[in-house]
C-alpha cells in the first residue's frame, strides 16, 4: 500500500463552511474546521469548485492557498515506531510487525497526530501504566484527533472506548482507523464538545487537548469520580495551574512528563 496521497492543495477559509460541500469531486480528501477558519483538502488543484463555494457562501473569505506534499504536511515523513507495549504503523509501511508488542494500525489522513509529539508519547506511557496497576473497564478520550490514545486503550484490552472530538474529520478518520484494526466492538467514535461529555461514567479519562477545555474539565465534580486520568498538551505555566486544581479537587498526581523542558503530561488518580 502506498501513502494515501502525494499532493495536497489546501484552501485556508475565513468563516464556516456551512455543511460538507456538494460536487467537489473525488479529488476533496475534507474540510478541517477550527472555530472560524476552514481548511479544504483536496489531491488536485481546486479553485473554480472553492470559488463557487464562496459564491453560494458570500461571508467566507479566501485567505491563503498552500500546495505541499503530505510528508510536509505532517512536517516529515510517516514511520513505525515503538513503545513498551505498542507497534503503531501507517498501513503503507506496516509489513515489519514486532510480535511482542500490540500492533496498530494508524493512518492519519490530513488529520495532525501521526503519534510522534511528544506529549502523545507520554500519553502511551502512561496508559500502560494504567494497565500495569490493573487497567480499567472503560475510557473517555476526548480530543481524539486520529484516534491513537482511543486505540492503544481498546489494543490494552479496555472493552468500552469513546472517542470524542468536535472536529467532523477528525471523527471520520477516527472511525476509519478503529475499523482497520478491527475494534469497532470495543472503540466508538462521535463528534461532540468534550465539555459536554465529562460527567459520561467512565474509569479513565484522557485529556490531550486545549488548555481552555482542560480547565473546564477540571472544574466540573464529575472529573473526580474517574479512577484515573492521563491529562498532556500542556506547557509550564498550564501545567503549574493543572496541578494545583488537581490538588483542590481532589485528585493526586501518580507520575509526570516533561519533555524538552516544554510539554507537561500527568497521569493521575481521583481520591475523592
Not at 473554480?48 to 510528508?71: C, G, I, K, W
Not at 495532525?112 to 496497576?133: D, K, N, R, Y
Amino acid at each position: 500500500m502506498d501513502i494515501p496521497y502525494n499532493d495536497l492543495h489546501i484552501y485556508y477559509l475565513r468563516g464556516r463552511v456551512a455543511n460538507a460541500p456538494h460536487g467537489f469531486g473525488p479529488e476533496f480528501i475534507g474540510n478541517w474546521q477550527e472555530s472560524d477558519a476552514a481548511f479544504l483538502f483536496f489531491t488536485q488543484p481546486a479553485e473554480s469548485r472553492v470559488n463557487a463555494l464562496l459564491r453560494r457562501q458570500p461571508e467566507l473569505a479566501l485567505v491563503d492557498t498552500f500546495h505541499m506534499s503530505y510528508a510536509d504536511w505532517h512536517g516529515g515523513e510517516i514511520k513505525p515506531f515503538v513503545t513498551d507495549r505498542f507497534y503503531v504503523a501507517p498501513p503503507w509501511a506496516a509489513s515489519g510487525r514486532d510480535e511482542n508488542r500490540l500492533p496498530i494500525l494508524l493512518d492519519p489522513g490530513v488529520v495532525f497526530g501521526a503519534g510522534t509529539h511528544p506529549t502523545t508519547q507520554s500519553c502511551l506511557e502512561a496508559l500502560e501504566i494504567v494497565w500495569q496497576q490493573g487497567g480499567a473497564e472503560s475510557a473517555l478520550d476526548l480530543g481524539t484527533g486520529t484516534g491513537l490514545l482511543a486505540l492503544a486503550a481498546a489494543r490494552l484490552g479496555c472493552p468500552r472506548v469513546l472517542a470524542v472530538d468536535n472536529n467532523g474529520l477528525a471523527v471520520r478518520i477516527t472511525r476509519e482507523n478503529i475499523h482497520a484494526n478491527s475494534l469497532d466492538a470495543r472503540a466508538l467514535a462521535v463528534i461532540a464538545d468534550a465539555r459536554e461529555l465529562i460527567a459520561c461514567p467512565v474509569d479513565l479519562v484522557i485529556a490531550n487537548i486545549h488548555f481552555d477545555v482542560m480547565r473546564h474539565l477540571l472544574a466540573s465534580p464529575e472529573f473526580y469520580e474517574k479512577k484515573w486520568f492521563i491529562l498532556s498538551g500542556l506547557l509550564r505555566s498550564q501545567a503549574r495551574q493543572v496541578e494545583e486544581m488537581i490538588h483542590y479537587g481532589p485528585g493526586r498526581i501518580v507520575q509526570r512528563w516533561i519533555n524538552d523542558g516544554v510539554w507537561y503530561t500527568f497521569l493521575g488518580a481521583c481520591t475523592g
